[in-house]
């Protein structure tokens, strides 16, 4: 089992940034794939990015250019930045955790979310 402590969020003005951070329970060597999602009002939740145990990164189209995926092995913490906000990124932003267990059964594990609002 991961646990996963999300924080970072607010209210920004658009043009800002933020750094949100996920703190897990365990090593993040032992976890295949950490990530961000997020959720915007009426909308379903949507990869953000994704960074591997390996280091390789992926970013949703929208975000590419101004976000950042990156983590702190030491910490067992990964981080967001989030660079020249506008109001589509308003939305609670989660953390996810995929395990790979032996014989292939995969698990994501989430936490509890932090609310991240731009106004214009």
């Known amino acids: 089992q991961v646990q996963l402590v999300e924080s970072g969020g607010g209210l920004v003005q658009a043009g800002g940034s933020l750094r949100l951070s996920c703190a897990a329970s365990?090593?993040?060597?032992?976890?295949?794939?950490m990530g961000w999602y997020r959720q915007a009002p009426g909308k379903q939740r949507e990869l953000v990015a994704t960074?591997?145990?390996?280091?390789?990164?992926n970013y949703a189209d929208s975000v590419k250019g101004r976000f950042t995926i990156s983590r702190d092995n030491a910490k067992n913490t990964v981080y967001l930045q989030i660079d020249v906000l506008g109001p589509e990124d308003t939305a609670v932003y989660y953390c996810?955790?995929?395990?790979?267990?032996?014989?292939?059964?995969?698990?994501?594990?989430w936490g509890q979310g932090t609310q991240v609002t731009v106004s214009s």
């Open positions: 960074i591997t145990s390996r280091g390789s990164t």
């Open positions: 996810n955790a995929r395990r790979t267990y032996s014989g292939g059964t995969v698990y994501n594990y």
């Open positions: 365990t090593s993040i060597f032992s976890i295949n794939t």
